[in-house]
């Protein structure tokens, strides 16, 4: 870390000297303005970016130099999430229907990017959509929403025995991922173009809160799927009833300490954030007496119930870190 004193001149006016380096770097000339926002913490964030809007940015990818179209998927995801705002992709000789499928996957998957033009040899993507139109705190409402109604519906399945709502459930994963890769995207583009905050009207740190609670309720869907994936196994065998009401019993206190949290989040009420740590030992010693019940159980219908009352126990503990990422932003927002 350089340091470097503030000087005064003209009786009134602060200045300090900028680090040479920096300035040719980023190529820096005389008169150029740059940009400065106040953080909340009480530091000065400098930057040449002083547009409020996204800067273009284009990535290619050539398919000949990738060995299978999977690989490509995860490729188009990762230069979404950077923040690329038009991506080309390319084939030396005539582009397979594979990789065609790929593309279309990909504009299902993701929030934004359309097929603007297409030829035998290339396909261009733009992403449409405006990152600032969609604020993170609607995003996290709307993933809490999607997770909690998957939660109660996989729940209902097993109380009525109906195989097909846990099929629906699992089907509605992608949601889930679309709206995460979304948030981090936002959150990306912030960190490169710091005047974007002021648009967005949020600050760094409360992105950064936003992007690891997304990151968490993204998780905790996977484990409702996982839940979801097994729960045909008991729909179809006898299982006794008191172990199925405890499987409800442990997934409603599971679902509650869930929704505890998120509600903490939006109320910033650090104090029923610090609630959700007591509920979760009352699930952890819930979940161990289900899961000796459980060995009474043979093949199969035990190991489902394991995987089941595991998730279960998971998805209490991802809502406890919503609950530490909570107060800890809550804590830094009062210094």
């Known amino acids: 870390m350089e340091i470097r004193r503030v000087q005064l001149t003209g009786g009134s006016s602060y200045i300090i000297t900028l680090p040479k380096e920096w300035i040719k770097s980023l190529h820096i000339k005389k008169n150029d303005p740059l940009g400065i926002h106040i953080q ?15 800067l273009p940015k284009v990535k290619e990818f050539d398919v000949s130099r990738i060995p299978k179209p999977t690989y490509l998927l995860q490729l188009l995801i990762g230069a979404y999430i950077s923040g690329y705002t038009s991506l080309k992709i390319t084939s030396p000789s005539r582009m397979s229907t594979a ?21 035998d040899t290339s396909i261009i993507l733009k992403d449409l959509h405006n990152p600032t139109e969609m604020p993170f705190d609607r995003t996290i409402k709307r993933m809490h929403i999607i997770v909690k109604g998957m939660n109660e519906d996989v729940i209902r399945a097993l109380e ?31 960190l490169q173009n710091a005047s974007l905050t002021d648009k967005m009207n949020i600050t760094i740190q409360m992105a950064s ?36 009401r405890k499987i409800l019993t442990a997934n ?63 998805i209490g503990e991802y809502a406890e870190d919503i609950s530490e990422n909570v107060i800890n932003y809550l804590v830094g927002e009062e210094q």
């Open 160 to 190: 009525t025995k109906d195989t097909t709502l846990a099929e629906d459930v699992i089907s509605r994963d992608n949601d889930i991922d679309r709206l995460h890769w979304f948030v981090a995207r936002q959150y990306n583009i912030l």
């Open 252 to 314: 409603t206190l599971s679902l509650d300490i869930f929704n505890k949290s998120i509600s903490s989040f939006f109320k910033k009420d650090i104090k029923a954030s610090n609630e959700t740590f007591e509920s979760l030992v009352k699930l952890e010693l819930l979940c161990e007496e289900i899961n000796t019940l459980a060995l009474q159980q043979k093949g199969i219908v035990a190991i489902s119930i394991g995987y089941i009352i595991e998730s279960i126990r998971r």
């Open 99 to 119: 990789t065609r499928n790929v593309i279309r996957s990909f504009t299902q998957l993701a929030i934004g990017p359309e097929v603007i033009e297409e030829t």
């Open 40 to 54: 909340s913490d009480g530091t000065l964030l400098l930057t040449p970016k002083i547009t409020q809007e996204q």
């Open 209 to 244: 809160t936003c992007f690891l609670i997304s990151r968490i309720i993204e998780r905790i869907g996977d484990h409702v799927v996982r839940i979801a994936q097994n729960t045909p196994t008991l729909i179809h065998s006898n299982l006794d009833r008191k172990i199925i």
